[in-house]
């Protein structure tokens, strides 16, 4: 019971994830700021939350 509640938590955060990514990549399309959706992308802003990406977001503006 308590391993299932789990699984599902961990999906609803990836599912979170990966919506957000989309609506960040939808809104800084035109400015040609995105955030590619792989693996990496959603697993580091699924264990580390909003915080990592805006570390992403700096280093995408500090390399580009």
């Excluded at 308590?2 to 990966?18: A, N, S």
């Excluded at 955030?35 to 697993?43: A, D, F, M, R, Y």
């Amino acid at each position: 019971d308590k391993l299932v509640k789990k699984i599902l938590k961990l999906i609803r955060k990836i599912v979170f994830t990966v919506f957000l990514l989309y609506g960040y990549n939808l809104i800084m399309a035109p400015l040609n700021l995105m955030i590619p959706i792989n693996l990496i992308t959603v697993g580091l802003i699924t264990v580390f939350g909003t915080s990592a990406l805006l570390g992403l977001i700096v280093i995408l503006l500090v390399i580009f």
